[in-house]
Structure formats: C-alpha cells, structure tokens
C-alpha cells in the first residue's frame, strides 16, 4: 500500500499596514512611529507619490573644524581680497 502526502501550503499575501498622515497648515505631518529630532529623506517621485527613508545619523570623529584648520585660509591675500569686494559691492 502506498501513503501520499498532500502538503497544503497556504499563501499569506502581505498586507501592509497603511496610516493616513494629515498636513498642517505650516507643512507639518505627525509620524507616530518616528524618534524626536529624527531626520528622514524626502524623495517625491513623476507618480506624484513621496517616499521619505529614515537617515542614520553618522558621529562625527572629532571636531568639525579643529583647531588651526581653517587659518589656511586667513592669508593677507585674501583679506585683501574681501575688502577689495566689500568696497565694490558697497551701496555708498
């Protein structure tokens, strides 16, 4: 004699869970699942749709300018320079 085994195997359709979000008049919108001070990125699409994707914060290693960095910059020539533009964008 032989046994058959009929293997029924359901197909579970996803069904995502959607929430209606509403715009405030100063373009505002409440996401009750999101963390305070959380930045996400807003990407509209030709369809008229808006995905927004939850950005990871990254540390920065240290400083974001640390110390004498920037005195490159500060030259005698390039103070000279913005003094020269400030004189001839003045309104005077």
Known sequence: MRILFLTHEKQ??????VRTLTVDDQKRVWLPDAR??????YEPAAD??????????VEAAGE???????????TPEAEAETAALARAS???
């Open 48 to 57: 008229g749709s808006i995905r927004l994707l939850p950005v990871d914060a």
């Open 90 to 92: 003045s309104l005077q």
């Open 64 to 74: 974001v300018f640390p110390r004498g960095s920037l005195l490159q910059w500060l």
């Open 12 to 17: 579970m359709w996803e069904i995502r869970r």
């Open 36 to 41: 305070p001070r959380q930045v996400f990125a």
